[in-house]
């Protein structure tokens, strides 16, 4: 009889077995009376506990005899030659386009993606160009092109939106197209900057090997609305399009797009958001906090990671997007603004660990003197202080930092922290200069921070400024079926729709807007 069985291992008893396998196998035998040549077994989910000195690794295990075979929830995807089906148009091609697209082949309908930025191998010219020259192009950058934002980023695959899909499903297809295995164990999963480019493109080939299209360098700058009714999109190139249903996956950062909605008074809503800035801590320290440790700690932990909140004034002041072992990187989507964001690569093995700290900021409350603008004013609200950003930071991809220390002391930084943001940091007042529905609870929260994690207050880190791309500051209302409330064919989804928020929602939503939009057809 299978069963499955909780195991809780302490650090130092992996540490000394010759092999994890027949530390497990040994500790399954005891605690079944049966000898170690009886069992096999299987490991469903691997966790770390160090919330005390002693660290332990959690395991679930689904342990069976030598005679009983482990029932296997098989996963398969059936792809289907669509090279003649009936088209789905695909405006986007991050996380949320990429599985509307293969879900597509799966119910047997041809999907068509429009994707503004390049490929992921040409994409990397362009990052190039902005972390060296301070050339953001607006159609090809970290935020644009093949894989969208997740594509360079640490791939993190948590996700609370449990209810929103099968998540085991997102993870095997993440699997079947290269993977490793160990996201279907780990707790926190994460996959790695150096390897999403990979499985991103495989992910590309399969819909071309299937029949369907994706074109890049083609951005759709106008829609065609007849009688409430999407019935063509106009590209770059001015070439008109004929579409009847379309699912708008273009991401939080596609400002564009929501501005041309606004324009054709499309339906949209402002939506709470939240901005920040991210701070940057040397890893060692992290580990040492999260760990109990001085010095390097051991080789059999990841690098460490945290997860903060503290209300402040009625807002939450939170960490966001932590990246252990990470690098921070230029974010923007057109000149003039500096963003900043984080990703790591598959080890995790830089000497920084970095982290958005942002405050919550409600739309209805906060934001009265952007009123005017409408449903965009949490987005012009962004623009502002990403504008602010490039202002103090010399007017180039060049970031304002502060000391933590002196930022929440209200001191000027005469000197900054080494770091891994490659444009590098110019020093400035963020103190002042923030607004202070922003710096004062960040200053607050960074205080209760360090009370948590002793260690954490300390004049070794950075802060840099802004993290402002969390989510979109926007939502493009859907009714029921997906579609939106007042234009037939038009499907809002991922995050650019307000849906959701990061890879896996992402592409959870993009299956279910599929699923919707062929739908009658």
Known sequence: MVRNMQLRVSLKEVEEAEEEKGLLQQKIAHRLGLSITEINFKILRKSIDARKPTIYFNYKLAVYTKGETLDKTEYT????????????????????????????????????????????????????????????????NYCFG???????????????????????????SLVHHGAKEDILIDAHPHIGTNKLPKIVQNMR???????????????????IIKNNRIVSVILQNQNEVPVERVILATGHSARDIFELLHKKKVALEAKSFAMGVRVE???????????????QRNELLPAASYSL????KGRGVYSFCMCPGGFIVPAATAPGEVVVNGMSPSKRNNQFANSGIVVEINVDEDIPKYEHYGALKGLEYQKDLERLAFTSGGRSQ?????????????????????????????SAPLHSLLPKLIGSRLRAGFKAFGEKMHGYYTAEANIVGVESRTSSAVTIPRNENLEHIEISGLFPC????????????????????????????
Not at 101 to 120: D, H, M, Q, S, T
Not at 285 to 291: A, C, F, H, T, V
Not at 404 to 425: A, H
Request: charged share 25%.
């Open 281 to 295: 801590h040397p890893q060692e320290i992290i580990d040492s906090i999260q760990y109990h440790c001085s010095g």
């Open 309 to 312: 909140v503290e209300q402040v």
């Open 146 to 172: 093949e894989g969208g934002a997740g594509t360079y980023s640490d791939g993190k695959l948590y996700t609370r939106s449990l209810k929103r899909g099968d998540v085991r499903r997102i993870f095997e």
């Open 494 to 521: 991922g995050e650019g729709g307000g849906y959701a928020g990061g890879i896996v929602s992402a592409a959870m939503d993009g299956e279910r807007c599929a699923e919707a939009a062929v739908a009658g057809l």
């Open 398 to 426: 060049t970031a304002p930092a502060q000391r933590l220390t002196d930022f929440v002391e209200g001191r000027f930084s005469s000197d900054l922290n080494i770091t891994s943001y490659q444009p590098g940091l110019k």
């Open 77 to 140: 995807f059936d792809y289907r030659d669509v090279s003649k089906a009936k088209p789905i148009h695909i405006i986007g091609f991050g996380p949320a386009g990429m599985w509307a697209a293969l879900r597509c082949l799966e119910l047997g309908y041809k999907p068509i993606v429009f994707e503004r930025g390049k490929n992921v191998q040409d994409r990397r010219r362009d990052l190039k160009a902005i972390n060296q020259d301070h050339i953001v192009g607006e159609d090809s």
């Open 205 to 223: 080939e399969t819909i071309l090997k299937y029949g369907g299209e994706v074109h890049f360098n083609t951005r759709v700058t106008d829609f």
